[in-house]
């Protein structure tokens, strides 16, 4: 791995970048770019994201471990941030474009230098169209989110408000001709109405890592084969449980279709999680 700020030769841009009509005279990179083949997706959201968008960013992301994808966004605060942070526990590959230049001086923003860090030592790159002093200002974070929308074969939006700097890279994915997918959020949150205004206009929703790995073009048929659950040795009341958890789904959301009462469903929840049948990750539960 190389640590030195290289200029990219044009053959060597990633593949989609070419497809632009405004595509960069120029681009500079820092660390590994994935294989041609490998297909990227922009992950994009809220500088002030909320716990909500962290849990999204990693279940979905999660969910694409172990698949040819390198997760594009741009070492923002808030959902970008998170976004590398994640594909980095997933094993995922990721690629940084900055608002700024790659030297670490003028690295934008400057709290995320240790994250940048570490996307280089996992493998991953730092990529910029911008000389590699040149310093963030407001002019650079669009011409950086046409980069990115650019490059890559879907753009998934996680929480965006109605002003938010998110709406530029999803307004560029349909210029671009690149997949939109948008994460719902709660109707009365503000940090959801930016995203939902492009669900109203046809942008494709996701609700789980499936729903990416479809957009992608990935064939799922050999998942469908999932092993079959021995339900011989649990109650009737268990069966259900697990029956209904064949699909992951929040507690509250399982407790609403059970048939039996609240009490009981999370005294055997807790039996099940114990003896190791289920698990409880980031609010979700899912079979082990």
């Known amino acids: 791995m190389s640590r030195d700020i290289q200029q990219l030769a044009t053959t060597h841009f990633p593949p989609l970048i070419h497809e632009m009509a405004d595509s960069p005279k120029s681009l500079y990179v820092q660390g590994t770019l994935p ?7 922009a992950v994009v959201g809220s500088r002030k994201c909320t716990s909500y968008g962290r849990d999204v960013v990693d279940f979905l992301l999660e969910g694409l471990r172990g698949y ?48 940048a860090r570490q996307i280089l030592e996992h493998g991953g790159a730092l990529l910029s169209e911008f000389e590699p002093e040149e310093r963030a200002a407001p002019w650079t974070f669009p011409k950086r989110n046409r980069i990115m929308a650019g490059m890559s074969h879907a ?3 996680i929480e965006a408000t109605e002003r938010s700097g998110t709406l530029i890279t999803a307004r560029l994915a349909t210029e671009y001709n690149r997949d939109l997918l948008v994460v719902p959020g709660s109707i009365f949150a503000q940090s959801s109405k930016g995203a939902h205004q492009f669900l109203k206009l ?5 609700t789980t890592s ?17 092993p079959t659950v021995d339900f011989s040795n649990f109650s009737k009341q268990e069966c259900e449980i697990l029956e209904l958890l064949a699909n ?10 059970l048939s039996f009462s609240v009490t009981e469903a999370n005294i055997l929840l807790s039996k099940l999680e114990l003896d190791g049948v289920i698990v409880e990750k980031l609010g979700t539960l899912r079979r082990a």
């Open 35 to 41: 294989s041609r083949e490998t297909k990227l997706l």
């Open 68 to 115: 040819d994808i390198s997760i594009v966004s741009g070492l923002a605060l808030g959902i970008d941030g998170h976004a590398h942070a994640a594909a980095l526990r997933s094993g995922l590959h990721t690629i940084a474009v900055p608002g700024s230049g790659l030297s670490e001086s003028v690295l934008y923003p400057q709290s995320h230098a240790h994250l």
């Open 155 to 157: 753009i998934l939006v």
């Open 202 to 206: 046809g942008a494709t929703p996701v």
């Open 210 to 226: 499936k729903d990416i790995l479809v957009a992608l073009g990935f064939s799922l048929e050999e998942q469908e084969d999932e």
């Open 248 to 257: 992951p789904m929040s507690r509250d959301e399982l407790l609403s279709q």
